[in-house]
């Protein structure tokens, strides 16, 4: 399976731009950090929807592959929020 990208998170990805969602193992957990991406870096995989691009590398694609992407504006900034993908 693969991230998805719900369609809250396509309109603000519209506005924000293109994001890279990098991975970081710690303590046996894993912390996302989320930036805007004009590119991907060697070894991301790419998800695409409706023109909108969000890029992970193997450690952030790895932790993230059963969940859907949410994204809800509020007022001058976003949140981020990973849902269990529902089964098909």
Same mark, same amino acid.
């Given at each position: 399976?693969? =991230?998805?990208?719900n &369609?809250?998170?396509?309109?603000? !990805?519209r506005?924000?731009g293109? =994001? #890279?969602? #990098?991975?970081?193992?710690? &303590?046996?957990?894993?912390e !996302?950090?989320?930036?805007?991406?004009?590119? +991907?870096?060697?070894?991301?995989? =790419?998800?695409e #929807?409706d023109?909108?691009?969000?890029? !992970?590398?193997p450690?952030?694609?790895?932790? #993230? &592959?059963?969940?859907? =992407?949410?994204?809800?504006?509020?007022?001058?900034?976003?949140?981020?929020?990973?849902?269990?993908?529902? +089964?098909?």
């Amino acid at each position: 399976m693969m =991230l998805q990208i719900n &369609d809250e998170a396509v309109e603000a !990805l519209r506005q924000i731009g293109d =994001l #890279r969602i #990098r991975g970081i193992e710690a &303590d046996g957990e894993v912390e !996302l950090e989320i930036e805007e991406a004009a590119e +991907p870096v060697v070894d991301d995989q =790419l998800v695409e #929807r409706d023109g909108v691009k969000v890029y !992970l590398d193997p450690v952030a694609a790895s932790a #993230r &592959d059963d969940q859907v =992407l949410g994204i809800h504006g509020h007022d001058d900034h976003f949140h981020f929020s990973f849902a269990e993908q529902e +089964p098909a």
